[in-house]
């Protein structure tokens, strides 16, 4: 099956810092998702992004398919940044995600 | 923004007993999923239900599990006699094309 690979699996940064994730994956795919996961357990969606590039405020991601990895940029960190985040995708013939194992960030003031 | 919701939050049981957990989709969604994570691990995919009847389903999803529509809108999944190692969160995801929206969670223990 399709193996997804996240990177770093820890992150320590400081308020106000820069971050970029990374998300590999082994074959082609028709959904990307990067998710939030907050100390409350919850997955919060962050971005819908099999191709191309999307921002959201102080998040934004990049997918490139052709190359089969994903990015995920966070500028000027907060605390509240702080969770594990998970990049899932759904290979072709499929409906069913696959996470990756996740990227722990800890944000300090 | 529509959510999915889920309940209960947290259910303890003790081993061998059934549990019934429930989700409420997003209304105009058609595809239902639930997927779990044990603690300290990552999510793993359980089972995809669209149009009444399971679409996919893992190694994981045995016997032991069902899922159904009981009344068109709440999609639950059953687990009929608990072990321990069924402990986790479990999540209900919805959708109506390929991105999915996952619910809060409900905790599982499992004593």
């Known amino acids: 099956g399709i193996q997804v690979e996240q990177s770093p699996p820890d992150l320590i940064l400081q308020e106000g810092a820069n971050s970029t994730l990374r998300c590999n994956f082994s074959d082609s795919v028709n959904n990307l998702q990067w998710f939030h996961q907050n100390p409350w357990g919850q997955l919060i969606n962050l971005f819908y992004i099999p191709s191309g590039t999307k921002q959201n405020g102080r998040l934004s991601a990049t997918t490139v398919a052709t190359e089969r990895y994903s990015l995920l940029y966070i500028s000027s960190s907060q605390t509240t940044d702080s969770g594990v985040y998970f990049c899932a995708v759904e290979a072709y013939n499929t409906d069913k995600l696959i996470f990756g194992t996740g990227t722990r960030l800890q944000v300090f003031p | ?111």
Request: proline share 5%.
């Open chain 2, 1 to 111: 923004e529509p959510e999915v919701t889920q309940t209960p939050s947290h259910q303890v049981t003790q081993m061998g007993q059934e549990v019934i957990l429930r989700c409420v989709p997003i209304s105009n969604h058609l595809y239902f999923y639930w997927y779990r994570q044990i603690l300290g691990q990552k999510v793993e995919f359980l089972v995809s239900f669209y149009n009444n009847e399971i679409s996919e389903k893992s190694e994981i999803f045995d016997d032991q599990f069902s899922v159904e529509r009981p009344d068109g809108s709440n999609f639950t999944l059953k687990i009929r006699s608990t072990k321990l190692e069924d402990s986790a969160m479990y999540f209900c995801a919805t959708g109506q094309s390929y991105e999915q929206y996952f619910g809060p969670g409900t905790r599982l223990t499992v004593t």
